[in-house]
């Protein structure tokens, strides 16, 4: 169990270590909370905003996409070098 706690605390730390050396010198970003203001971006903040992700099953002739509902999120995910298809209106 131990083992299993402290992956994930490592990749935790990886995820935010990821996103601040995209940002650069600067290492802040805007739109992690409400009040839109500048801040270096935490490991939880990041997987908040892209645990709001959500996925739409494909089928034979169209592949599942990944539906964005937020800037940020597009963001995190460009940051993190995880390439998407960026849907806005899931087709029913």
């Known amino acids: 169990?131990?083992?299993v706690i402290c992956l994930a605390?490592?990749?935790f730390c990886l995820i935010e270590r990821q996103v601040r050396r995209a940002l650069g010198?600067?290492?802040t970003m805007a739109g992690?909370?409400?009040?839109?203001?500048r801040v270096r971006p935490t490991g939880r903040m990041i997987l908040?905003?892209?645990g709001e992700l959500n996925l739409r099953i494909g089928n034979v002739t169209d592949p599942p996409?990944?539906?964005?509902?937020?800037?940020?999120?597009l963001h995190l995910l460009e940051l993190?070098?995880?390439e998407v298809t960026q849907t806005r209106w899931p087709q029913t």
Do not use: A, C, S, W
């Not at 992690?32 to 203001?37: H, I, S, V």
């Not at 990944?66 to 800037?71: A, E, F, M």
């Open 1 to 3: 169990m131990i083992q």
């Open 9 to 11: 605390l490592l990749v």
């Open 25 to 27: 010198p600067e290492q």
């Open 32 to 37: 992690l909370y409400p009040d839109n203001r």
């Open 48 to 50: 908040y905003h892209l």
């Open 65 to 73: 996409t990944v539906q964005i509902t937020r800037g940020v999120q």
């Open 80 to 82: 993190l070098g995880i």
